[in-house]
């Protein structure tokens, strides 16, 4: 069985940076999809951004385009979120997740809130 434990969290302030950082336990990492889901106080998930396992295929939530970068390094199974320029916006706990069918599968499944994620690390952007 999979598990993600995602860290690299904390508190900021507007326009600072952080990198998240995901451990993925298992064999399969290097062929799956790895991505990136938030949620704040009191919403529902919103996605934030996938990537393919080869580091291709990286999509982005509009609200985050330009400011983050999803990235992975296959040799030591993690997969990192480095995040500029925060906002009060991006407040929220993050989490990493994954899919070995692909970035597809991958973002339909963060919208449904199925499939495989960690314990969350969390975000505070203060202004």
């Known amino acids: 069985q999979v598990q993600l434990f995602e860290s690299g969290g904390g508190s900021v302030q507007t326009g600072g940076s952080l990198k998240l950082s995901c451990r993925h336990s298992?064999?399969?990492?290097?062929?799956?999809?790895m991505g990136w889901f938030r949620q704040a106080p009191g919403k529902g998930r919103q996605f934030v951004a996938t990537?393919?396992?080869?580091?291709?295929?990286?999509v982005y939530a509009d609200s985050v385009k330009g400011r983050f970068n999803i990235s992975r390094d296959n040799s030591i199974n993690t997969a990192f979120l480095e995040m500029n320029d925060l906002k009060p916006e991006d407040t929220a706990v993050y989490y990493c997740t994954t899919d070995s069918r692909g970035t597809d599968a991958l973002r339909v499944a963060i919208m449904r809130g199925d499939g495989i994620w960690g314990q969350g690390t969390q975000v505070i952007v203060s202004s």
């Open positions: 298992g064999r399969s990492f290097s062929y799956s999809a």
């Open positions: 990537i393919g396992w080869n580091g291709g295929e990286r």
